[in-house]
């Protein structure tokens, strides 16, 4: 009787334990968010372009800040699954003639997070 009391607690334990490589198994979808950034409209940016001609390339920034008029961020976020998330940022400076003056990239944007479905 200890026996198969023993055995039911050990099959028990098991499955719990066993439970949490599910999550593994069950399909979760790529979550992109913010401002979907892509290598090549990014390096079409070129210091000296209005405003508008950088809206119409990258969209809305996800953020004007009040206290920096001159700067446009662009935050693109993936999760891919069960990964953990990917965060790019791009800021771009304007002068005080409203032309972009600097870009930059925090860090570069790789293939598979370039291209997505």
């Known amino acids: ?10 099959l028990l334990a098991l499955g719990v334990t066993g439970c949490s490589t599910v999550k593994k198994v069950v399909y979760r979808i ?3 968010q913010g401002n979907y950034l892509e290598q ?3 390096d ?6 209005n405003k508008e001609q950088v809206q ?6 996800v953020l004007r800040d009040m206290f920096a008029q001159n700067r446009w961020d662009y935050v693109f976020i993936k ?3 069960y990964n953990d998330p990917i965060q790019h940022t791009l800021l771009v400076y304007f002068n005080e003639k409203g032309l972009v003056s ?5 860090k570069p ?9």
Do not use: F, H, W
């Open 56 to 61: 119409y390339l990258l969209g809305t920034p």
């Open 1 to 10: 009787m200890k026996m198969k009391s023993l055995l039911a607690v050990m």
């Open 44 to 49: 079409q940016v070129k210091v000296g372009m």
């Open 30 to 32: 790529d979550v992109p």
């Open 40 to 42: 090549d409209k990014v």
């Open 102 to 106: 600097d870009i930059k990239l925090d």
């Open 79 to 81: 999760r891919e699954g």
């Open 109 to 117: 944007l790789s293939d598979n997070t370039a291209k997505s479905e």
